[in-house]
């Protein structure tokens, strides 16, 4: 059975990034570093940040590191793919998604470099079902409505859970929704399983009568990046900003796993969700920096590929062509 979109104005539909990524190349050339730029001279500097709710602002608030010498103007995105069709355009300069949102962004020729790593716990990647469903296995799930957001990291799951279960894309039907949106139709019945990430997954596990089928253990390789558009790269200024934001940004998340509960305070500030959402969230661990080497291109490489193989994207690329690692100094001596 084919995927079928429900709500289709409310979808994330892949034609989105196609057209924004229209210009881009299939084989990317490496953007070139410019001379840094010192600390006091970036005030002049604006870097744009594009950020999901809860993620990096609040992370950086919640540690004391928003004390930027540029300024930072904040965009926010539902998930990672509208994100990232805003770097391939130019109208952000760096924002932070999943492990799948570059794949598919990669796969239509963007504008991307991916520039730092992160990894969490993959537990807080999960297929949830209703407390009163049928299904108590992922091989159950043959003929059934899986809501997920398109291109997220959710989607990357849903596929590798399969496959482990010896189905494929094929064998069930996605129903493509942002999280807001497929949260309503998960409670009120209209999909049979939900594949989400926190702080969703702790806020519906509070909120209803919710049943993992299956988390990220042993399938998903839970890696997050940072990708910013080459533009940005190769402007001085943006760049040397871009590099004391990274370095910024790893700080605070070695931060928030030594002070869980200031996290959860800052998450729930940021999102309006209540703190015991947060906490729940918090518990299951923050990302934490890792080096952008070879062993996380493999992985994703190999994530790309299978969805090559589901015929989700429809083309082969060099995960590594995508891959800008000129900030790996300043991070590792963070």
């Given at each position: 059975m084919r995927r079928r979109d429900f709500l289709t104005?409310?979808?994330?539909?892949?034609?989105?990034?196609?057209?924004?990524?229209?210009?881009?190349?299939?084989?990317?050339?490496?953007?070139?570093?410019?001379?840094?730029?010192?600390?006091?001279?970036?005030?002049?500097?604006?870097?744009?940040?594009?950020?999901q709710k809860g993620n990096s602002r609040s992370l950086l608030h919640s540690a004391g590191l928003d004390d930027f010498p540029y300024t930072v103007q904040w965009a926010t995105f539902p998930s990672g793919p509208p994100l990232l069709e805003a770097v391939s355009a130019e109208a952000v300069d760096i924002g932070g998604v999943g492990n799948t949102p570059p794949l598919f962004a990669a796969a239509a020729g963007a504008g991307i470099r991916v520039v730092a790593a992160s990894k969490g716990n993959v537990a807080s990647d999960v297929l949830l079902v209703r407390g009163n469903s049928p299904l108590q296995r992922v091989d159950e799930l043959r003929g059934r409505a899986i809501a997920v957001a398109k291109g997220s990291s959710a989607h990357g799951q849903v596929l590798l859970t399969l496959r482990g279960a010896g189905l494929t894309l094929d064998d069930v039907e996605l129903v493509f929704l942002q999280p807001s949106d497929a949260l309503g139709a998960f409670q009120q019945g209209a999909v049979d399983a939900w594949a989400i990430w926190d702080p969703y997954f702790s806020q519906v596990q509070l909120e209803a009568d919710v049943r993992v089928l299956a988390d990220g253990t042993g399938t998903a390789n839970g890696y997050?990046?940072?990708?910013?558009?080459?533009?940005?790269?190769?402007?001085?200024?943006?760049?040397?900003?871009?590099?004391?934001?990274?370095?910024?940004?790893?700080?605070?998340?070695?931060?928030?796993?030594?002070?869980?509960?200031?996290?959860?305070?800052a998450w729930a500030e940021d999102t309006g969700l209540s703190v015991e959402v947060t906490r729940r969230a918090t518990a299951l661990g923050p990302d934490l920096p890792v080096p952008l080497d070879a062993e996380v291109i493999r992985s994703e490489q190999e994530l790309a590929d299978a969805f090559v193989a589901a015929e989700e994207i429809p083309r082969r690329f060099k995960f590594a062509e995508f891959v800008d690692t000129r900030f790996a100094e300043q991070l590792a001596a963070a």
């Open positions: 104005v409310l979808a994330v539909s892949s034609t989105g990034l196609l057209a924004a990524c229209s210009g881009g190349r299939a084989d990317p050339e490496q953007a070139p570093v410019p001379p840094p730029v010192p600390p006091e001279q970036l005030s002049s500097v604006t870097l744009r940040v594009g950020d997050s990046f940072q990708v910013a558009s080459p533009a940005a790269l190769a402007d001085a200024g943006r760049n040397s900003a871009i590099a004391d934001y990274l370095v910024r940004l790893a700080r605070a998340l070695r931060f928030a796993h030594d002070n869980p509960e200031a996290r959860a305070q």
